[in-house]
């Protein structure tokens, strides 16, 4: 009857017998097992957290640049478990060097956010990173400051400090034994009054000496990173572009590297730091171009210099019209004690009559009808130069002979190398062969010559070209400047990619200078000049040559490229008084030397830029009207706060372009800029202390 009145669900409960539950164990039933210990790589692991580490490119895969003597600030994330503080330093060395230096991070509190700087002082590569630990005594110090501070009994905190004191003596070397072990007694006397003892152990030094000794339980970040470190002209120079065989005086006649020769001390008074030729070899006769990059040429026509390569030689071998190998090593020294450097065009490719062709067809690109292709970017057509196969089966071997091109010219005294059109070679190609020859040639600078899509042009920076040309060429609206060099100089592209602004080149003159006039030349002369520590300049931009080839188009009438220009550089209206004033400022400011130190500032007209260049002791404030058609007037805001002014206060600003002092006051001020008789722009100096 009992069974009747229970739950139904019950009559389908399982009887668990004794029998049961061994056949279970011998199935095999899980068992709950005793909890087992930590592994020990948790226990011992590291105490303190270091994430987020800066500066580093791509996760530490790409080398941050700097030039010598220029700080690296080294940033992370540090902190630990508990209230407990930690240390934290940089450590870095020269990638050959085996041991290590240190500098020690401070912090801000609320962030946790450390930071610390070293200074590389020689050329090549650096490796840094960041190390932290627990600061025991650091923590105990400042726990017994706080005690004390309420008031509270310190005497057992006395002897834990003995203790770590004690500690540290025993592993400090002579010189800080006897002092540790002094001071580890003294906390430990009860004779001493409390407060005496209590400042013996709070003293700074006593911290310096026991952070020296103590013993660390260092957490490392879990990758060295790289910094290229550059000579100076590889983030600071003045780049001028001229073909030697246009330096002659007899038009047509071609000129002579004694002819280039002639016009150095020019170039040099001009103050320009680099002077760069393009091509010097032999230039192939097959499908050679004629004036104006037309199909047919004649005997007399000279050709485009990137088609390199005759039976006479090739990429290590100068044309016989410029004179002997004897006569550029010539041209180098008189540059050089001119303080001008040589930069040569580096352009890997071939005319159809290149020793090359002969020697290895292999590097080529073969179609299937047997013939070579030649180069191409539609509906362009090159047919005097054939670009090279940079995978063919071979390909070691040509890479190794496109190294030995660069060491050639090394040896004869060339430093500095233009790569014309990287970004049609292989990046792994870039990467391998400057590195190469930098651990070689420490101090060798390569330029990128690569107009192309923007992730092309970071990468090969990335990959380690000192410098890059910019978009800067078609940049030309306030807007469209302030919004480009924002990102160069504002975002992480300034860690890698230096921009050389070139005014111009062969293959560009931009409708603004076409239709600007001369104002037009000098608004991009300034701008160049003062938005970046490099600039450059082809030949004839001095003389405001605009004529273009036809309506449309950005290539010159009568390009040199492919015929000699030669010019007279004393005409009426030419540039070179403005040129060498230019230079001598960016010469005498350190403000106008450095990269990643831009600010633009608001000016109330949109077709006056105003930006600030700063450095220690050097604030230069530029203002450019941008409009060479018409004067434009402004109000701009200058940052009272950063340069140390009081609101309202009165002081003087020097236009290092034409020497005029203009009285300011507070943080609005007025600018008038009219091109049309001569005022495109300002370089400000505030005179510090100057009053109105």
Aim: aromatic fraction near 10%; proline fraction near 7%.
């Amino acid at each position: 009857m009992t069974s009747r009145s229970s739950p139904s669900h019950e009559r389908w409960l399982p009887v668990v017998t004794r029998e049961a539950i061994d056949r279970t164990a011998e199935r095999g039933s899980p068992k709950r097992e005793r909890p087992t210990a930590p592994p020990p790589g948790w226990v011992d692991g590291p105490r303190v957290v270091i994430e987020d580490v800066s500066p580093q490119i791509d996760g530490g895969r790409h080398p941050i640049k700097r030039v010598v003597g220029d700080r690296v600030v080294v940033e992370a994330d540090v902190y630990r478990d508990g209230h407990d503080l930690v240390g934290a330093r940089v450590t870095y060395r020269f990638i050959d060097d085996h041991h290590c230096s240190y500098v020690p991070m401070s912090y801000d509190e609320p962030e946790d956010r450390w930071s610390g700087a070293f200074t590389p002082d020689r050329v090549g590569r650096w490796v840094y990173t960041v190390e932290a630990w627990p600061d025991s005594f650091g923590s105990w110090r400042d726990e017994v400051g706080k005690k004390i501070a309420a008031g509270q009994d310190v005497s057992s905190e006395l002897l834990e400090g003995a203790a770590m004191i004690a500690s540290a003596a025993r592993r400090a070397r002579d010189g800080l034994r006897a002092r540790l072990t002094e001071a580890a007694t003294c906390l430990r006397d009860r004779n001493t009054p409390v407060t005496e003892r209590a400042e013996i152990g709070l003293a700074p030094e006593l911290l310096a000496a026991v952070r020296e000794s103590g013993e660390r339980q260092v957490s490392r970040y879990e990758r060295e990173l790289t910094v290229v470190v550059d000579r100076k002209l590889a983030g600071f120079a003045a780049w001028y572009e001229m073909f030697p065989r246009s330096q002659g005086t007899i038009p047509g006649r071609h000129g002579t590297f004694a002819d280039a020769e002639r016009r150095l001390p020019e170039l040099a008074a001009l103050g320009f730091d680099v002077v760069y030729l393009p091509p010097i070899h032999p230039i192939g006769r097959t499908h050679r171009k004629g004036p104006d990059n037309t199909l047919v040429s004649t005997p007399d026509d000279v050709g485009s210099p990137w088609a390199i390569g005759d039976k006479t030689g090739g990429h290590t071998t100068v044309h016989p019209a410029l004179g002997t190998l004897d006569d550029f090593d010539h041209f180098v020294r008189s540059a050089n004690r001119l303080g001008l450097e040589v930069a040569l065009d580096y352009a890997l490719q071939c005319s159809p009559d290149h020793p090359w062709l002969r020697e290895h067809p292999d590097w080529f690109l073969v179609r299937p009808d047997g013939t070579i292709k030649y180069a191409e970017n539609p509906p362009k057509k090159y047919q005097d130069i054939v670009p090279l196969n940079f995978w063919c089966e071979d390909r070691a071997a040509l890479w190794a002979a496109c190294r030995d091109i660069l060491s050639f010219w090394i040896d004869h005294g060339v430093r500095i190398f233009r790569v014309d059109n990287p970004h049609t070679k292989p990046f792994a190609f870039w990467e391998w062969i400057i590195e190469d020859v930098q651990r070689s040639h420490p101090g060798t600078i390569f330029l990128s010559e690569a107009f192309t899509r923007p992730k092309r042009m970071k990468g090969l920076a990335k990959l380690g070209f000192s410098q890059s040309y910019t978009y800067f060429t078609w940049r030309n609206t306030p807007r469209e400047i302030r919004e480009y060099f924002t990102e160069l100089t504002g975002t992480e592209m300034v860690e890698y990619f230096r921009a050389n602004l070139f005014v111009n080149t062969p293959d560009i003159l931009h409708e603004y200078l076409q239709t600007g006039g001369r104002q037009a030349f000098m608004v991009r002369l300034l701008l160049a000049g003062t938005l970046s520590p490099l600039y450059g300049m082809y030949s004839g931009f001095e003389l405001c040559e605009a004529i273009p080839l036809r309506a449309g188009s950005e290539e010159y009438l009568h390009s040199e490229k492919f015929e000699i220009r030669v010019r007279n550089w004393q005409v009426p209206g030419n540039l070179s008084r403005e040129i060498a004033t230019l230079n001598r400022i960016r010469h005498e400011h350190r403000a106008l030397q450095l990269n990643g130190n831009l600010t633009f500032l608001l000016s109330e007209n949109d077709g006056i830029l105003f930006y600030w260049r700063s450095a220690p002791e050097d604030d230069l404030f530029v203002a450019v009207n941008c409009d060479p058609h018409r004067p434009l007037e402004t109000m701009v805001h200058v940052p009272l706060d950063a340069l140390g002014l009081d609101r309202d206060e009165p002081y003087v600003v020097e236009d290092l372009l034409s020497g005029e002092r203009h009285p300011w006051r507070g943080a609005r001020n007025f600018v008038r800029l009219d091109p049309t008789i001569g005022q495109w722009g300002h370089i400000l100096r505030v005179e510090r202390g100057a009053k109105r």
